[in-house]
């Protein structure tokens, strides 16, 4: 089981960015996808979950500036980034859960490895 972040970096505020999670090893198409992010000190916070029919659900705040879409065809998540803040930066994880949608990070069963996601002020 393979889950591959790209996309991260460092950014201006207002800034967009579009964040890639390759994904290989399991039924895709099946699965739950999840974002979250951690920042140094914090816990590991709820961002965008996809169910596999396409239902959309969203971390506090975050419907309208992010975007999560997935293609199955392609074994890939998407996150669309908008309107960047500083409160953004933290590092980025993508996550595959074998149920219906939570934001209990403990509940997903596979991870990437997360990608930086840096917004400069």
């Known amino acids: 089981v393979q889950l591959v972040e790209s996309g991260g970096g460092l950014v201006q505020i207002g800034e967009s960015l579009r964040l890639s999670c390759a994904v290989s090893?399991?039924?895709?198409?099946?699965?739950?996808m999840g974002w979250f992010r951690q920042s140094p000190g914090k816990e590991r916070d709820f961002v965008a979950g996809i169910s596999w029919s396409g239902n959309t659900f969203y971390g506090d705040g975050l419907k309208g500036r992010f975007i999560i879409s997935r293609d199955n065809a392609k074994n890939t998540l998407y996150l669309q980034m908008n309107s960047l803040k500083p409160d953004d930066t933290a590092v980025y994880y993508c996550a595959a859960r074998d149920g219906v949608w939570t934001t209990d990070a403990s509940q997903y069963d596979y991870w990437g490895q997360g990608i930086q996601v840096t917004v400069s002020s």
């Open positions: 090893g399991f039924a895709f198409s099946k699965y739950t």
